[in-house]
Every structure is written in structure tokens, then in C-alpha cells.
């Protein structure tokens, strides 16, 4: 838990981000397909990536084009409904029905002239929120964009031990998609062209970037616009005006709610004293921090823990993948079902 820093070591936010939500994929799934397929899948409150190791998928979310994916192309996709497909005006099955029975992690379609895996993530102590409400619903990574050479040199290694019986092959693939994730966020953020607006693209701005570092190496000082403002070198208004455009909140409020997610991961763990937290995060009276964790949480800071205690995190099914589940083929009950459904 990072609720103080040594002065050699700068703050690196989303290190620090990562670091305190614990992003870790539990969940390891494959696509194997070939001939006319479609998928679709409902909008979660989750995080997943999706890679392609063999052959070509289009990739279809709301409001955008379709996506031609090919070999070394990664998406992370957050809060929206998506699907994928060989041919987006192809009518789609219910993906999240096939792989969401127990122990069915590969799903073959056919052939396997189409290979591609996800990975569903899950964070510590419920504290997905954080990092959802400040990613893009999509974030792709082709394998042409810069930084994606390290996401390449990955999925190589998943795909080779995915592919062969090694001896700790769960673990190991489990602790390679972890690293995937992180490093396909890197790869997105080192574009600046695909980035656009966001709090990636403010991590990356030197100016912004300077006001989040010194938050999250800070994040008890009873920090003020003007403070903040002239940390990142720029007048009051001007810095309140493009943080809050690119980040999504203004700059106190981003404050509170990472004094918050750090207070509420810290007090999911055991033997926390709420007064202790309240002040390494910042709150000079404990009712002051209790109100606040209630008007953002929904409960106090004692309940919450509570509550955290007794939950295990699950997947998007609400499961766990194990390894050596079965391979399951459905090729027939997708093309029956793909039938009566029509593209909406």
C-alpha cells in the first residue's frame, strides 16, 4: 500500500494506481475459429483484453467502425458491449452464454484458421472503479504502434506456453497476461495520436503529468488549485480548465477520490485502524473522512471493510479459470443460434 513515499523514489501514477488495485488477470480464455463466425458480448462493469494470435477477427463496438484485427493486435476493452467477428454484417451468438459455463475456457468454432485469447481482470477490494472511470471504453494497441514491441515479445511467450504441457504452465501464463495488460497500457499511452483525451494522455502531458505526479508522491497535503496550478507551471484557470477536460474531474475532486481508493484498499486489509487511515490520506478529523467514504461508497469506512472481507474476486462469468479446463466444441449450437438471431 502506498500511503507515503521515500523522496529518491518519484511518483509514477499509474505505477501507483496499479500498484494499489492490484489488476490481475483471473481469467484466461481462447478462441479457436474458422469459416462464419460472430460473438457478442453484454457491457460489464470489467476490464479485459483481447489478443490475436493467428489469422484475422473484426472487432465491433458501439458508435466506431469495425476493427480488423490481425496477429499481435491487442484491445483492453472497459464498460461497453462489444463483439467479434469474421464478418461484422454477420448475425451474432451469445458469447458470454459459451464461455460462461463453468470450466469451458476454449471454445472452438470450427476450425482453428482464427486464434485468440482474453483475459478477464480483477482488482483488489473492488476497486475497479478508479481505473474504469478514467479509461476509454476501448483502448486498442496494434502490433504497428510504437511501444507494442514488448506487448509482441508477450504474446509470443503466452501463446508458446499456452500451447505446450509445461510444468507450472498455469502460473506462468496467469503471471504473463498480468504483465500483458500492463504493458499494453503502456504501449497505448506512448501513442500519442491514438490517445487523444483522457487521464492517460494527462500522465503523458508535461505540464498536467507534473500536477499528478506531485498528488499521488503527496497525497495527505492539504492541496489547492493554485497549489497544484503552479506545480504544473500554469495559471489557476487554466490548469483547473484542462484538468478537467482531460482527466474527467476537477483537480480536488481526483484528489478525493484517490484519497479515498487508497483509504478503502488499506482498510480491506486486516487489522486497519480507520483514525490511522483517515490521516495518512489526509483527513485531519475522522467524521470528516467518514462522510466523505459514505457519499462515495455507500456505506462507512468500518462497514466497507466488513463487507470486503468476506468477498472473493470473481471474473466476468463469476468464476475462476482453471487449468486443463476441457476444450469444448460448439460449432453447431452457435450456427443454430446465429440463424435465428439477425444483426441489430
Request: hydrophobic share 45%; glycine share 10%; aromatic share 6%.
Amino acid at each position: 500500500m502506498i500511503l507515503s513515499r521515500s523522496s529518491w523514489n518519484e511518483a509514477d501514477p499509474l505505477s501507483d494506481v496499479l500498484h494499489v488495485l492490484s489488476p490481475r488477470i483471473s481469467r484466461l480464455t481462447r478462441l479457436e475459429a474458422s469459416d462464419d463466425w460472430s460473438l457478442e458480448f453484454p457491457a460489464l462493469d470489467r476490464l479485459k483484453f483481447v489478443a490475436l494470435l493467428k489469422g484475422a477477427s473484426w472487432l465491433i463496438l458501439p458508435g466506431r467502425p469495425p476493427w480488423l484485427m490481425g496477429a499481435g493486435d491487442v484491445c483492453l476493452i472497459g464498460r461497453t458491449p462489444y463483439a467479434v467477428a469474421s464478418d461484422p454484417a454477420l448475425p451474432r451468438a451469445d458469447g458470454q452464454s459459451l464461455f460462461g459455463i463453468p470450466g469451458r475456457d476454449t471454445v472452438q468454432l470450427g476450425g482453428s484458421d482464427t486464434i485468440s485469447i482474453g483475459g478477464s481482470v480483477s482488482f483488489a477490494d473492488g476497486n475497479a472503479e478508479f481505473l474504469l472511470d478514467r479509461l476509454p471504453d476501448v483502448l486498442l494497441i496494434p502490433r504497428s504502434s510504437p511501444g507494442s514491441g514488448a506487448v509482441s515479445t508477450i504474446l509470443t511467450l503466452l501463446r508458446d506456453e499456452m500451447e505446450r504441457a509445461h510444468l507450472g504452465r498455469g502460473v506462468v501464463t496467469a503471471r504473463l497476461a498480468d504483465v500483458l495488460l500492463i504493458e499494453a497500457i503502456r504501449a497505448h499511452a506512448a501513442d500519442g495520436e491514438a490517445v487523444g483525451m483522457g487521464w492517460l494522455t494527462a500522465l503523458s502531458d508535461p505540464r498536467l503529468g507534473r500536477a499528478l505526479r506531485a498528488i499521488h508522491d503527496d497525497v495527505a497535503r492539504p492541496w489547492t488549485v493554485a497549489q497544484l496550478a503552479s506545480v504544473a507551471n500554469m495559471s489557476r484557470a487554466a490548469f483547473s480548465a484542462q484538468f478537467t477536460r482531460h482527466v474527467g474531474q476537477p483537480p480536488l475532486a481526483y484528489v478525493r477520490a484517490w484519497r479515498l481508493t487508497l483509504a478503502r484498499a488499506a482498510l480491506g486489509q486486516r487489522h486497519t485502524d480507520v483514525a490511522s487511515i483517515a490521516s495518512k490520506v489526509g483527513y485531519s478529523s475522522q467524521s470528516a473522512f467518514g462522510h466523505a467514504f459514505r457519499r462515495s461508497f455507500g456505506v462507512s469506512p468500518g462497514g466497507g471493510a466488513k463487507a470486503r472481507a468476506g468477498r472473493a474476486p470473481t471474473d466476468e462469468a463469476g468464476m475462476s479459470g482453471a487449468e486443463g479446463a476441457p476444450v469444448v466444441s460448439v460449432r453447431s449450437s452457435v450456427s443454430a443460434r446465429a440463424t435465428r438471431r439477425r444483426h441489430p
